[in-house]
């Protein structure tokens, strides 16, 4: 793998599974490289007590536009998984099981942004 594609991998565990694991698989969440979404900043039309209030509101997004971006990296960790990755919308990523082999084929495609261990809420 180059640098590039190792940087991809956002822990040192997947990076050692890549170089030194002889099979197996691991569970990774795997972040698209799409523009996010923009956020504007619009003050309260006026509050009770006279005091503005900024409200956040996100800007139109193109879901045709988010469609495509996301239907070539789907097809692409399709054809690399045992199981149906699955996407998760508001982090425009995908939750995907790959060997060893197929990590490596995922760091390599150009819409991947980044590479994380996928594992429970807390631990390291």
């Given at each position: 793998?180059?640098?590039?594609e190792?940087?991809?991998?956002?822990?040192?565990t997947?990076?050692?599974?890549?170089r030194?694991?002889?099979g197996?698989?691991?569970?990774?969440?795997?972040?698209?490289?799409?523009?996010?979404?923009?956020?504007?900043m619009?003050?309260?039309?006026?509050?009770?007590?006279?005091?503005?209030?900024?409200?956040?509101?996100?800007?139109?997004?193109?879901a045709?536009?988010v469609?495509?971006?996301v239907?070539?990296?789907r097809?692409?960790?399709?054809?690399?998984?045992?199981?149906r990755?699955?996407?998760?919308?508001?982090?425009?990523?995908?939750?995907?099981?790959?060997?060893?082999?197929q990590?490596?084929e995922?760091?390599?495609f150009?819409?991947?942004?980044?590479v994380?261990?996928?594992r429970?809420?807390?631990?390291?």
């Amino acid at each position: 793998m180059t640098e590039a594609e190792l940087r991809k991998l956002k822990h040192e565990t997947l990076r050692r599974f890549v170089r030194d694991a002889p099979g197996g698989e691991v569970s990774v969440i795997v972040e698209l490289d799409v523009p996010a979404p923009k956020v504007v900043m619009r003050p309260p039309a006026g509050a009770a007590d006279g005091r503005l209030r900024p409200r956040v509101v996100a800007a139109d997004v193109d879901a045709e536009v988010v469609r495509r971006q996301v239907e070539e990296p789907r097809a692409f960790l399709e054809a690399r998984s045992t199981e149906r990755p699955r996407f998760l919308e508001a982090a425009a990523s995908f939750v995907v099981t790959v060997t060893v082999a197929q990590l490596a084929e995922v760091a390599r495609f150009p819409h991947i942004k980044a590479v994380f261990p996928n594992r429970p809420l807390g631990q390291r």
